[in-house]
């Protein structure tokens, strides 16, 4: 679980979440788009051949959901330096949970590589390895994501 400073609102570092993950939610979109666009033929392999294109595509405008998260999170708004600062929080973000996305991208094949793709023929065993593995993928994302929040706030105001 993530620790946070007492005076931080826990309101606020919910907003932050949400507010980084808006960003993630939009470059994907624009990362898909260029995914498609350059889309190898079936059955060829190749560098970040994981569903998720080669690289984090960064895109920091913001969606509707995330103008009215920033608004609510920054009520009188944010000078220059203070925008310059987000943006780069929010792109770190991106970036970092693009990695964290991959790692559970290649939890998953790995696993079913070995184990086969049909769940509902996985024994107990194997059924807890798929479960405790994937849930220590997600709660590694969950409390890195808590932490970026906190960072955001605490760098941008």
């Known amino acids: 679980m993530t620790t946070f400073e007492p005076s931080i609102d826990p ?7 949400e507010l980084l993950q808006e960003a993630v939610y939009r470059s994907r979109g624009e990362q898909a788009g260029a995914a498609l666009l350059r889309a190898r033929p079936p059955g060829t392999a190749g560098v970040g ?6 690289k984090a595509a960064v895109v920091l405008d913001l969606t509707p959901r995330a103008e009215v998260v920033y608004a609510e ?3 009188a708004g944010l000078d220059a330096a203070a925008v310059a600062k987000l943006e ?4 770190a973000w991106v970036k970092r949970q693009d990695a964290l996305d991959r790692r559970r991208n290649h939890f998953l094949k790995d696993f079913r590589n070995t184990h086969g793709y049909n769940r509902a023929v996985y024994d107990a065993a194997q059924l ?8 220590r993928v997600n709660a590694d994302a969950r409390e890195e994501l808590g932490a970026a929040a906190l960072n955001l706030l605490q760098v941008v105001g």
């Open 88 to 91: 780069s929080v929010l792109a």
């Open 11 to 17: 309101r606020r570092l919910a907003l932050a979440q």
């Open 128 to 135: 807890e390895l798929f479960e405790g593995g994937l849930e």
């Open 73 to 75: 999170l920054f009520p």
């Open 49 to 54: 051949n994981c569903g998720l294109g080669e």
